[in-house]
């Protein structure tokens, strides 16, 4: 198994760390109503949820952009590079979101699409 593809399973667990942040960071969570605990969260612990749900909304692009260069036989060393960068501007995203740093938490949003967009280009 090559290192992007453990990447994937990686990001598929990416959000653990930001939703734990978001119940468990402070204030009584209710595991009876998650969704409702978490919508009336606010500050550090609202965006550490936002990292949650955003991460879910990476994930898809950036697994079959993955599979696509293994199918596709794109350079496994350009594949795990891209694969891991993303990983990295994804955890850059979530501590700059935590910290409130809007410009720099969309440049690393930026850094992590166009890792997914060269995964797609190195495979064509």
């Not at 959000?15 to 500050?43: I, M, T």
């Not at 260069?69 to 960068?85: K, S």
């Not at 979101?97 to 930026?110: E, M």
């Amino acid at each position: 198994m090559t290192i992007a593809l453990w990447c994937i399973l990686a990001a598929g667990f990416l959000h653990l760390p930001f939703v734990g942040a978001a119940k468990f960071g402070g204030g009584r969570f209710d595991n009876n109503n998650p969704r409702d605990f978490l919508a009336g969260l606010d500050g550090w612990r609202k965006r550490a949820n936002a990292v949650q749900l955003n991460s879910f909304e990476a994930f898809p692009l950036f697994a079959a952009a993955v599979i696509v260069a293994h199918l596709l036989h794109a350079d496994q060393g350009r594949v795990d590079t891209l694969a891991l960068a993303f990983l990295a501007l994804r955890v850059v995203y979530g501590v700059l979101y935590l910290a409130n740093l809007a410009t720099l938490r969309s440049i690393a949003w930026i850094g992590a699409q166009a890792c997914v967009i060269a995964l797609f280009v190195i495979s064509a």
